[in-house]
């Protein structure tokens, strides 16, 4: 008879595990807040536009195919490699930077910026590539079953890395590199972790690794959100049922196993295991009441900074405006290494602009476009009240269009706004924090909320605050780490 597993949450780690377990023969189920699957990896369809809600381009392609092969399926979606990654534009610099992987098109950008650019890009991959290959099979990879076996794990680590443990990403970049735009295009990818260049450590250079020389960024055929649909379908095939609207409020259990979960409406659930896939930190804190989670403890750990994230659907067309576009001010420096501290300035000199019809026409109506907007911003501890988010958002639209020398204010047919408010209350992000816990030294590995519950022998997390930490491929790799977690119980 084959065991049920309960798992909490339909974000990608959820619905990736489901798919592992079930075609290993166990009765999976899922229970999810919202009305629909994702997590942040969601969609908003309103007013004839189609938007993705949060990420918009994913790296590390060969997980998902090495999912796919470990299901036994075709990937359930399509994707394409983007080339270049992204655009970058400064407030003080008519140039526009188009990242390319190849480097000769790279360099020829900087001419006359940034003096023998190749060579030092070229010096800085091989780094960020070592650190890589280094380090991602032994601490990204891997199941800890205590802090012993994570320290054993990092003493394999190449000891000529060690430098950069006491380095933050910036540092490490201004070892190659002069130029102030180097060094601020190259720094982009820290905030993808939920920070900035300047409290993100060196390791994560190894994401440059990634953009540039190791498989690069994709987008999706229809959207992000396809990759959701497409995991849905598979787990329809292996009879997985998803039901929606369900918030998991409490709980049932014995001295060593957990025997339900109850929901808001009182509905008991019950399994032979459980996989959470809600905020691995959060759900011990607002469900289980752990004393290492109290709210006072919750307060003092290192979270990522919030998202101000906007939809817009514009009734004219932006051929002046490429796929992926990030967009400086003249006071990088400054904003990014205080943006936690410093949340009362209006100007936002870093954001991102994603149009998501620009490749995908189906997203906006004929003639229209569909405009994503993501600006890093204090989360609720540092930044609680959003009453300004009006007023925020204007203006980042009045810089905008100042940049691309077209006022679109006038031609907005569709807006949606979530601040760090609408992220926490929708996904259970604690203080509106994006990507959930940091990655600074003593929230990485087995520091990191684990996988596996300190108290009850059958439950498991997965997910961005759990192993091996955030983003659409570490939710992947999160997977297949709890299956193997689950599988080994199910064993005993």
């Not at 900087?110 to 280094?134: Q, V």
């Not at 490490?172 to 993100?200: H, K």
């Not at 109850?262 to 509905?267: E, V």
């Not at 003249?330 to 904003?335: A, D």
């Amino acid at each position: 008879m084959s065991k049920k597993v309960l798992i909490t949450g339909a974000g990608i780690g959820g619905l990736a595990t489901a798919l592992r377990l079930a075609k290993k023969g166990f009765e999976v189920e899922i229970v999810e807040k919202n009305n629909q699957a994702g997590g942040r990896l969601n969609q908003i369809k309103k007013d004839g536009f189609t938007f993705d809600t949060g990420p918009s381009f994913f790296s590390m392609s060969y997980e998902f195919e090495e999912f796919a092969r470990d299901c036994g399926i075709q990937l359930p979606f399509k994707y394409y490699s983007l080339d270049p990654l992204y655009s970058v534009h400064f407030s003080d610099n008519p140039k526009v930077f188009h990242l390319y992987k190849d480097l000769d098109k790279l360099a020829a950008q900087f001419d006359g910026i940034e003096t023998d650019f190749k060579k030092k890009m070229e010096k800085y991959l091989k780094k960020s590539g070592r650190l890589f290959h280094d380090t991602v099979d032994l601490v990204i990879k891997n199941n800890f079953d205590s802090y012993l076996d994570y320290i054993l794990t990092l003493m394999r680590v190449n000891p000529i890395h060690l430098p950069v443990l006491f380095r933050n990403f910036w540092q490490q970049v201004n070892q190659y590199f002069d130029s102030g735009e180097a060094r601020q295009i190259i720094s982009l990818v820290a905030f993808f972790l939920g920070r900035t260049p300047f409290d993100t450590m060196a390791v994560y250079t190894l994401l440059s690794y990634t953009e540039f020389k190791y498989d690069g960024y994709f987008n999706v055929e229809g959207g992000m959100y396809e990759i959701v649909k497409g995991f849905v379908k598979e787990l329809e095939k292996e009879n997985v049922k998803i039901n929606y609207n369900v918030e998991i409020t409490g709980f049932t259990a014995n001295s060593q196993k957990l025997e339900t979960l109850t929901d808001s409406t009182g509905r008991q659930w019950k399994a032979d295991i459980f996989l959470v896939n809600a905020d691995a930190a959060v759900f011990r804190n607002k469900v289980f009441k752990r004393p290492d989670f109290s709210d006072q403890k919750m307060a003092k750990k290192s979270w990522t900074m919030g998202y101000l994230t906007f939809y817009l659907g514009i009734k004219c067309k932006l051929p002046q405006v490429n796929h992926h576009n990030y967009y400086l001010g003249s006071n990088y420096v400054e904003y990014a290494g205080n943006i936690m501290q410093n949340p009362g300035t209006l100007e936002k000199p870093y954001y991102y602009v994603n149009v998501v019809s620009k490749h995908n026409p189906e997203c906006a109506p004929e003639g229209c476009e569909s405009l994503f907007f993501v600006c890093p911003v204090p989360n609720l501890l540092f930044k609680p009240d959003w009453s300004d988010r009006d007023a925020i958002v204007n203006s980042i639209i009045a810089d905008f269009s100042q940049r691309i020398g077209k006022n679109i204010e006038r031609e907005i047919v569709s807006k949606t706004i979530y601040t760090p408010e609408d992220w926490e209350s929708r996904f259970n992000l604690y203080k509106g924090s994006g990507l959930g816990l940091s990655h600074n030294m003593d929230q990485i590995g087995a520091l990191r909320p684990a996988n596996f519950d300190e108290k009850y022998k059958n439950v498991f997390y997965v997910g961005a605050s759990t192993l091996p930490g955030a983003g659409i491929p570490m939710a992947v790799i999160s997977s297949k780490l709890a299956a193997e977690r689950i599988v080994d119980y199910s064993k005993k």
